[in-house]
């Protein structure tokens, strides 16, 4: 396939994490409000003057500070974020939205507000709880923490314009980004899709992860290429997965994955599009907070949600994905001592395999996969015993057609 | 009860007799003769040295020796040995003190057996974690090791309702799990919930008997017998479950994976306290137990007032998901009872601190600390004979006060506090501080929890009470809701106490503390005080031995604090299989 026109530009725009357009959004008088988790509504820290900025860690080195403060076996990517804010390459920050989800992250926020010392006149750190099941109570209570903690904070600090109508303007702007994520998206439906995982994940992280009134032309413009983008005769790939697990914004572990030949059709984990790109449907009746909140409970994904149904959405929707996009096997995986997704893919990878009948490869890795020779060995063996069973179901319903 | 009896024995028995027979015939006769005869050598040669040591001793030595005991602790442990090689000698008053609490605990042990002999018979063949119940007089020895007089009788004080409260759930369970007792009396009323949930709750619904799940089977066992959880440990872990998670949900999820825990209950109550393991064990669980469930799941930042309508609202449909299920209404006047009772105790309790905080600490040691957490926490006033235990201990602490008596044969050198999770598979490491280095741990944080008077004529309030209570459990009031109650809240405490040393445990799977490691090591030089960092893996003696927990207090002590240890026989001994 000829590549995309604007792959390079994006894939640039993902090497800082202060990134062109963001310095850009900041030179207009923008602020900047980062935030690490899908429980942090992303499209209220878009409302008014501000922009959402999902953190990352590209090109992470050494991680030696925060290793010292939040020692060798806390989840990587917290200590990434945390060097990286040390390091001073979150300065740009105007606020850091956190959640109370994961204890991990929590104390990455923590160390960064105690520690890191950004400079930003007004920066502030704040906290919300989070709910652990769905359900009229919590999803008030969720409401509550978001505006008392996050929407309030912003107004009185920046002034920010916190109205209903600043949150329709948000949700308008985000449900066009979702629109065009998702129809690029649809693409992999296809036998033969004119898309690859890896740039699926590049144009979806830049949404994540940069202005998105800056990358909207340029995201339409990608769309339209797709739509008429000619493929090649013979697939490149060997086979079809969907990874499903906790978050994944390095583009060499995707990268990793399709080089061992295994396209990746669906992204369910966290900095993926499912969930996140949803678009968010708004009536005239209720309060706007209310539904934009409730709409974060619902498609969320989390492990952290501990109550049966939502139990068995995640299982469900591990299971629809992988059929609705044609994939063959499904990797479940946790970056290294995330606690959330170390019991969940060890518990649901048995069950998608036992009782949904999916191939699975179950795998933990390190933030930064390039250099895993383990991984790529698992990947390629992973992708061998997918095209056996192939073989072999043809085999079997060859037999049986004689 | 007996039909169901007889149908494990139907079922099992057969089976169990095949495996011991097996087991019998692979005996290396000659290997445990030869091992016999060893430990008879080992045995008489610790008698000749003992008598050749109080022979070599001055008429003074001897006296003192009669009177207070011996001071060589390290002695009584023997390498490859489970129990010690002999009980200790504590001189003549403390050791009458001390045969009248062992007899006790045998009186407990006792009548838990007497309740259903034949289902705790089963259970012994059904479980291996019944077993480990067995060595409960040699864990109530070690967790008293160099106490003595009226220390001893508080010791043994707290211990009587703790070892109570076990022996009654133990039997409940046994009796009720439909594989063996499968009484259907008590499964009529009894309502499981997590063993990370306090039990207060139950004082509103005085006809159902509240048992924590897993704490009989994973969690208290785990402090008797260190070796215990390896198995369920190693289950989950072949199961997939990665080795850096924390060994609580781990063993608990191991335990259900190996069909260890008995079935029995109406229905569970799941909790998201105190940690993010504890939540994602549930999912384990359910698997196996198959019962209703409600998920308890109370905010996390609790010192924010505007979490607390939802914790209420939690522990209202909590409450009415229990009626529904139950058909038993909710009972205020119970419950204002109990709690009145509870509130009762929570004063004792800050009367125990107040003591520690003064120059004559008097109720330290691990006894405190267990009864804290396995009677205060988990029965919360429900007993009523605990009350009984509360005055007594209360009178004889004052008593000591006022004489400004030693809790320990050897003397108090430094005031400690021990900070962060404990080790279950080393519960006595406070006893082992005091008598090598005369480090007097004052308060552990797992005891230092909510002190709040709870509201007894409001109903309302009451429920938010509760809610609170909950929200600052045992772990999750330091460890949840942000650093200030775990960071900023050590200083405050070592400053009550007027403490020198920080004994800091370092439970490797514990992501929550670690997060905070660089601050606390920065804090604590800022401040100047001691930090001594203990790696444990809280239920995993592999990962880090009792033996090397030892060894980073003794490094401390002899390079930093350039000192010589009070019991020399305890600085460096092997205790990798005992009890």
């Given at each position: 396939m000829k590549d995309l026109k604007h792959l390079i530009y994006f894939e640039k725009l993902l090497e800082n994490s202060n990134n062109e357009l963001i310095q850009q959004a900041k030179s207009e008088g923008k602020l900047a409000v980062g935030y690490t988790c899908f429980h942090m509504p992303e499209v209220l820290l878009n409302l008014d003057k501000c922009f959402s900025v999902r953190l990352r860690a590209p090109k992470t080195g050494s991680m030696d500070i925060a290793t010292y403060y939040m020692s060798n076996y806390t989840c990587e990517y917290c200590r990434a974020l945390l060097e990286r804010a040390i390091?001073?390459?979150?300065?740009?920050?105007?606020?850091?939205?956190?959640?109370?989800?994961?204890?991990?992250?929590?104390?990455?926020?923590?160390?960064?507000?105690?520690?890191?010392?950004?400079?930003?006149?007004?920066?502030?750190?704040?906290?919300?709880?989070?709910?652990?099941?769905?359900?009229d109570f919590t999803v008030e209570h969720y409401v509550t923490q978001i505006r008392n903690r996050v929407l309030s904070r912003l107004h009185e600090v920046y002034g920010v314009d916190i109205s209903d109508k600043a949150i329709r303007r948000a949700v308008d702007e985000h449900n066009r980004v979702c629109r065009i994520i998702t129809e690029i998206g649809e693409?992999?439906?296809?036998?033969?899709?004119?898309?690859?995982?890896?740039?699926?994940?590049?144009?979806?992280?830049?949404?994540?992860?940069?202005?998105?009134?800056?990358?909207?032309?340029?995201?339409?413009?990608?769309?339209?290429?797709?739509?008429?983008?000619?493929?090649?005769?013979?697939?490149?790939?060997?086979?079809?997965?969907?990874?499903?697990?906790?978050?994944?914004?390095?583009?060499?572990?995707?990268?990793?994955?399709?080089?061992?030949?295994?396209?990746?059709?669906?992204?369910?984990?966290?900095?993926?599009?499912?969930?996140?790109?949803?678009?968010?449907?708004?009536?005239d009746h209720e309060d706007v907070l209310t539904q934009v909140c409730r709409h974060y409970l619902k498609v969320s994904e989390c492990p952290r949600f501990m109550s049966d149904e939502k139990i068995l959405q995640r299982r469900e929707t591990a299971d629809r994905l992988a059929r609705e996009y044609g994939a063959e096997g499904i990797?479940?995986?946790?970056?290294?001592?995330?606690?959330?997704?170390?019991?969940?893919?060890?518990?649901?990878s048995h069950i998608q395999a036992e009782e949904y009948g999916h191939p699975v490869l179950s795998i933990d890795r390190p933030y930064n996969a390039r250099?895993?020779?383990?991984?790529?060995?698992?990947?390629?063996?992973?992708?061998?015993?997918?095209?056996?069973?192939?073989?072999?179901?043809r085999k079997q319903g060859g037999e049986r057609t004689c | 009860m007996l039909r169901a009896n007889?149908?494990?024995?139907?079922?099992?028995?057969?089976?169990?007799?095949?495996?011991?027979?097996?087991?019998?015939?692979?005996?290396?006769?000659?290997?445990?003769?030869?091992?016999?005869?060893?430990?008879?050598?080992?045995?008489?040669?610790?008698?000749?040295?003992?008598?050749?040591?109080?022979?070599?001793?001055?008429?003074?030595?001897?006296?003192?020796?009669l009177i207070n005991g011996e001071k060589h602790l390290g002695k009584l442990y023997r390498k490859g040995q489970m129990a010690f090689v002999r009980r200790e000698w504590r001189g003549v008053e403390s050791t009458a003190r001390d045969f009248v609490g062992w007899l006790g605990v045998w009186a407990e042990m006792s009548k838990m057996v007497m309740k259903d002999p034949i289902s705790i018979a089963e259970g012994l063949f059904e479980y291996r974690w019944l077993s480990s119940y067995l060595s409960l007089p040699a864990f109530v020895d070690k967790n008293t090791l160099g106490m003595r007089g009226p220390h001893l009788t508080i010791a043994h004080e707290l211990f009587r309702p703790v070892l109570r409260y076990g022996a009654d759930s133990i039997a409940t369970l046994l009796m009720a799990d439909e594989r063996i007792g499968n009484s259907p009396k008590l499964r009529k009323k009894l309502l499981m919930f997590d063993e990370m949930?306090?039990?207060?709750?139950?004082?509103?619904?005085?006809?159902?008997?509240?048992?924590?799940?897993?704490?009989?089977?994973?969690?208290?066992?785990?402090?008797?017998?260190?070796?215990?959880?390896?198995?369920?440990?190693?289950?989950?872990?072949?199961?997939?479950?990665?080795?850096?998670?924390?060994?609580?949900p781990t063993s608990e999820c191991g335990a259900a994976i190996m069909d260890a825990l008995p079935h029995c209950g109406l229905g569970f109550i799941s909790t998201s306290t105190p940690c993010d393991g504890s939540t994602m064990a549930t999912s384990y669980q359910d698997r196996r137990f198959r019962l209703p469930t409600y998920p308890l799941t109370l905010p996390v930042r609790y010192d924010d007032e505007d979490t607390l309508a939802c914790g209420a609202e939690d522990m209202r449909r909590c409450i009415k998901w229990v009626e529904d299920l139950t058909g038993e209404k909710w009972d205020w006047d119970h419950y204002f009872t109990v709690i009145k009772r509870f509130n009762e105790q929570t004063?004792?309790?800050?009367?125990?601190?107040?003591?520690?905080?003064?120059?004559?600490?008097?109720?330290?040691?691990?006894?405190?600390?267990?009864?804290?957490?396995?009677?205060?926490?988990?029965?919360?006033?429900?007993?009523?004979?605990?009350?009984?235990?509360?005055?007594?201990?209360?009178?004889?602490m004052l008593q000591a006060y006022e004489k400004k008596m030693n809790p320990y044969r050897a003397p108090i050198r430094h005031r400690a506090i021990i900070w962060s999770c404990p080790a279950h598979y080393y519960a006595n490491f406070s006893n082992w501080l005091q008598n090598t280095w005369g480090i007097g741990v004052l308060v552990e944080m797992e005891s230092l929890n909510f002190t709040k008077m709870l509201n007894t004529d409001d109903k309302e309030e009451a429920i938010r009470d509760l809610t609170r209570l909950y929200e600052r459990m045992v772990m999750r009031k330091h460890t949840n809701g942000g650093y200030v109650h775990v960071l900023d809240e050590l200083w405050k405490q070592v400053e009550e106490f007027n403490a020198e040393i920080v004994i800091m445990y370092q439970h490797v799977c514990c992501k929550t503390m670690a997060g905070l490691q660089g601050l606390f090591d920065e804090q604590a030089r800022q401040r100047g005080i001691h930090m001594i960092w203990v790696e444990h893996d809280l239920m995993d003696p592999r990962t880090v031995s009792r033996r090397d927990m030892r060894s980073k207090v003794n490094s401390y002590m002899m390079n930093v604090f350039q000192e010589e240890p009070l019991d020399p026989s305890l600085v460096d001994f092997e205790d990798d299989v005992t009890w």
């Open positions: 390091e001073g390459g979150l300065n740009f920050l105007d606020a850091l939205a956190g959640v109370d989800a994961c204890a991990e992250m929590n104390r990455c926020t923590e160390n960064i507000e105690l520690v890191a010392d950004l400079p930003g006149e007004k920066f502030f750190v704040t906290h919300a709880d989070i709910p652990y099941k769905v359900e693409y992999r439906k296809l036998s033969n899709p004119p898309i690859t995982g890896y740039e699926f994940h590049v144009l979806n992280l830049v949404t994540y992860c940069c202005p998105k009134y800056l990358i909207l032309d340029k995201l339409q413009e990608t769309l339209e290429e797709i739509r008429t983008r000619q493929v090649d005769p013979k697939p490149w790939f060997r086979a079809r997965v969907a990874i499903v697990g906790s978050e994944i914004d390095d583009l060499d572990m995707t990268r990793l994955i399709e080089e061992a030949g295994a396209l990746i059709v669906a992204d369910r984990f966290c900095f993926g599009s499912f969930p996140g790109r949803e678009v968010i449907g708004l009536n990797i479940y995986e946790q970056i290294k001592f995330c606690d959330f997704w170390g019991f969940e893919r060890a518990l649901t250099s895993s020779g383990q991984l790529r060995t698992r990947m390629q063996a992973f992708v061998e015993s997918l095209e056996i069973k192939r073989i072999q179901k | 007889l149908k494990w024995a139907k079922k099992n028995l057969p089976r169990d007799l095949k495996i011991w027979k097996e087991l019998i015939s692979e005996v290396d006769w000659k290997e445990a003769g030869r091992s016999t005869l060893e430990n008879l050598k080992a045995t008489k040669d610790r008698i000749v040295e003992d008598m050749k040591a109080v022979a070599a001793m001055t008429p003074e030595e001897r006296k003192d020796r949930t306090m039990s207060q709750m139950m004082a509103g619904f005085p006809n159902l008997i509240g048992l924590p799940y897993q704490l009989m089977p994973v969690f208290m066992v785990s402090e008797i017998d260190q070796l215990i959880s390896i198995p369920y440990i190693d289950a989950v872990e072949s199961y997939g479950l990665p080795a850096d998670t924390c060994p609580v004063q004792y309790e800050v009367g125990k601190w107040e003591v520690n905080k003064t120059p004559y600490p008097q109720v330290i040691g691990p006894a405190y600390e267990l009864f804290r957490k396995w009677n205060y926490e988990m029965d919360g006033g429900l007993d009523p004979r605990v009350m009984k235990t509360f005055q007594k201990v209360d009178r004889a």
